[in-house]
């Protein structure tokens, strides 16, 4: 993947519900009355230590919905905190959920909506990653509120037990507080009922687990009961959620239940076998818009591209030689007839080695019958024509041919006499000799056609220019201003239709040739280069780069005069003059077509100049790859030459130190590795889960068989061995014209510390093969496409941007930087897609951006942290003053 993605571990789990042997429980301090409660003599002190707590639960314990009047969302989570710190304890609230405004990082594991059993499924994702050794358990209301539609409510206290027991086979140092339903009227009486039912359950539960002996309970667990009556209704405001006072007494039950554990000496130091530290925030919180910016180390710059292995492939330098002459007859009148070459069918060659085919359009326009197709052979010369039917009978002047919907196949396009643009669809398939058409609309010269794009006031039919200024593989329009000024509007479409149009404002500026008619804009190597053609054919020629900076207008490197010319006039409009790729060599060749004819043999000549030059395909910043390969936490910086020689420097960084960042000496020696493949159709990433990246080869982009090449790194060289994966070949929808144009992806979305193979459509939907230990597991969709706004998979990326081990989906606007988020939820039982996405707005297991110049190879890097976390005020934090709670039931 092309972002710097720091990777964090997260293994996966075996889940029983067999029964399992606790470590002994530390001596108890409290005394204990016949009647089941504890009699405290004196509360004991906080511990120097982190009570490192997990909220877990469903809406109530994220604080969702806001209780009316309360701006901060932070639920009950807060006003327990600041009672903790107040008495005492250092506090670090964890989890995957972020919500609220308080400064501890807002964790928890609150899921709206969740039953117990789904609690369970994210319990075993986050727990083992965050090793709480306070874990607090809110959870039924759903299943209270859903009464039995998809799990029975009297079996939910059976769903808490194997929750129960297996948190203590995950964390079994750490103290579990589970808690009866808070007082519930909701919409439907049932619920209230049901709240009674579960929390009898779970008292039932409670003393189950324990043991008859409650001096000597089986393991650290206690019940806190919120349905003892010291929370009324009066505390509930929508009939499950609590108010604000409601939230501060739970909180002060909580309390409660937490002092009993410590006055058993239940606590123990958490873990440090975890990727964070306690006492300096969490690597696991929401990217915030421009936090990069607000970082107080700033951007520094990571890339120099000083070496001689990072290359571009240097200017355009033009070499040519004579290809090909025929002597052709004309179909009618000379003067009527049109040579064009673009490609209409295809054999199945690499895209980037198809082949033009000529087209003759006679008789002065394009109506059936007048149009014949001849297949070129490669060599400079064609097959016998055929005809072809455009469906459109576009006068010559307005003849056009290009790619408007990124399929590989040239399309009929006819610029009107009054400037509108309409297409007809070139329909070939592989292997099709003879293209087939079909209009949009009902063509450009007929009543009630349908625009492909509207005429733009004030431009003339031969101001209209259509070329790929961004390299998406679709056409876009133009005009030329005046002063030779060029504005383009970007096709913006996804499919055969091009809205949204994009104005990408003026995309190249005036040099000074004073006649407008001899531009052209000509797709090479992906984008449209920019050509003035005079009058007796000579071209100066400019080459279009990826831009430098926001926005898409690109970066043109003059070329000079490319081509010497014609030696005699080639019009007015330069018709006589056409580009095509005849060679399959992907580089345009030049034909001239004779401006007069040999009356006697009634033929006149074409001449084909073969392009032998080279230069200016390439950019330095084309190869930046980034990927963990020798397993430090930190990504290396991987450089991938355009004919795939992998080079790896190795990042200096360390956990404990990285201000390599700021001095600039980030990066060991590069070592190489030469794979002889596309740079295309490589991708890095670690397949086998054992912290190091790989280098992942799509050995066929009709199919998507991969190859992996798996990194076996001793600390001193790498070692490379490739295997074929079995059951790969899923995903035919190969790469496309643009840099970042690629239907295959590989990403963690799983969690489990391996790639997954992600297969995605232009559309933006993406189906996967899950990677396991055991094998590739299909699951099908598992993001659809974005049906509010089209969301083109050329700006699409998967990520790690929050820190919980799973790769997200982030889309970045093209043109300001800004970038959308759909975080990952993780994989669901229903629906049409196997894992859900929430879109939010605009070292540690987060992925940074480098911004990385296509130009230079330069880059700057912008950390993207965690907030420190801690509390919210600074000295020592007040008591928050809670509700004064005497338990009212007997457990």
Sequence with gaps: MKTSLFVVVVASLAWSGSAFALPPLQSSSANWTQGGLSRISSQAAARDFYLRIMPLGASITKGEPYAPGDPHGNGYRKALRDKLRADGWKVNMVGNVQYGDMADNVSNEGWPGYRVSEVFNKASISVPFWKPNLILINAGTNDVGQDGSVEPVATTGVRMKVLLENLFKLVPDSVIIFSTLLPNNGPKPVESVNAKDLSRQYRALYREMIGPDESKPRMKLLLADMDDGFITLNDIWDGAHPTIEGARTMAAVWVRAISQANDRNWFSKPRDDVSFVDGVGKTTCEKKYNSGNDDPRGHPQILSASGPIITDDGLYVHLSTLGSTCMVTPRGSFSNERRFYAQLVDFGAPRAEGRDDEIVVSNGNAQAGNVRLATSRG?????????????????????????????????????????????????????????????????????????????????????????????????????????????????????????????????????????????????????????????????????????????????????????????????????????????????????????????????????????????????????????????????????????????????????????????????????????????????????????????????????????????????????????????????????????????????????????????????????????????????????????????????????????????????????????????????????????????????????????????????????????????????????????IYAPKSKL
């Design 379 to 883: 060599d400079g010369f064609f097959d016998t024509p055929v005809d072809i039917d455009v469906k459109d009978g576009c006068p010559v002047q307005g003849i056009r041919w290009g790619d408007v919907n990124n399929d590989g196949f040239d399309d009929f396009i006819c610029i009107a006499p009054t400037r509108e643009m309409s297409v007809s669809l070139n329909n070939a398939g592989i292997g099709q000799a003879v293209p087939t058409f079909r209009k949009l609309g009902l063509g450009c010269c007929l009543r009630n056609y349908i625009q492909y794009h509207p005429a733009v006031a004030g431009f003339p039919q031969d101001r209209v220019l259509i070329g790929d200024i961004d390299g998406d593989g679709r056409l876009d329009y133009c005009v030329l201003r005046d002063n030779e000024d060029l504005q383009c509007f970007r096709n913006g479409g996804i499919g055969e239709m091009a809205a949204p149009w994009e104005d990408m404002g003026i995309v190249f500026a005036g040099k000074g040739f004073r006649d407008l008619r001899g531009f052209r804009l000509v797709v090479c190597s992906g984008r449209s280069d920019l050509l003035w053609i005079s009058t007796q054919g000579t071209v100066t020629t400019y080459i279009n780069q990826r831009g430098e900076g926001k926005g898409l207008a690109p970066r043109w490197l003059p070329a000079g005069v490319t081509h010497s010319g014609a030696s005699e006039d080639v019009g007015d409009t330069r018709f006589r003059v056409q580009f095509g790729r005849v060679y399959g060599l992907g580089r345009r060749d030049y034909a001239h077509i004779a401006s007069s004819i040999d009356q006697a043999s009634n033929t006149y000549r074409v001449r084909i100049v073969r392009n032998l030059g080279s230069g200016g395909k390439f950019q330095k910043g084309d190869g930046a790859f980034w990927g963990d390969t020798t397993g430090t936490g930190f990504d290396d910086y991987v450089w991938i030459s355009p004919i795939g020689v992998v080079n790896v420097f190795r990042n200096k960084n360390t956990k404990s130190n990285f201000d390599n960042y700021q001095n600039g000496g980030s990066w060991e020696a590069s070592i190489s590795f030469a794979t002889g493949l596309d740079r295309r159709a490589l991708h890095i990433g670690d397949w086998d889960g054992d912290g190091k990246a790989d280098i992942i080869e799509v050995t066929d982009g009709k199919t998507g068989r991969i190859r992996v090449w798996f990194n076996h790194w001793n600390g001193k060289v790498f070692e490379w061995t490739a295997q074929d994966i079995a059951g790969s070949a899923f995903c035919n929808q190969g790469w496309g014209m643009g840099y970042s144009d690629d239907g295959h992806h590989f990403a963690d979305i799983s969690g489990n510390g391996r790639v997954d193979y992600l297969c995605m459509e232009a559309n933006g939907r993406t189906t996967a093969l899950i990677n396991e230990r055991s094998g590739l597991r299909n699951v099908g969709q598992v993001k659809a496409s974005e049906t509010d706004t089209p969301r083109y998979r050329a700006d699409l990326r998967f990520a790690d941007v929050n820190g919980d081990g799973r790769a997200h989906m982030i889309w970045t606007d093209k043109y300001t930087g800004d970038a959308i988020t759909w975080p990952n939820q993780g994989e669901v039982t229903a629906g049409n897609s196997k894992f859900t996405w929430l879109r939010t707005g605009p070292g540690q297991g987060r992925a940074d951006m480098v911004e990385i110049n296509p130009t230079t190879g330069h880059g700057w890097l912008y950390l993207n942290n965690c907030p420190t976390g801690g509390d919210d005020v600074a000295g020592a934090v007040p008591d928050p003053n809670l509700p």
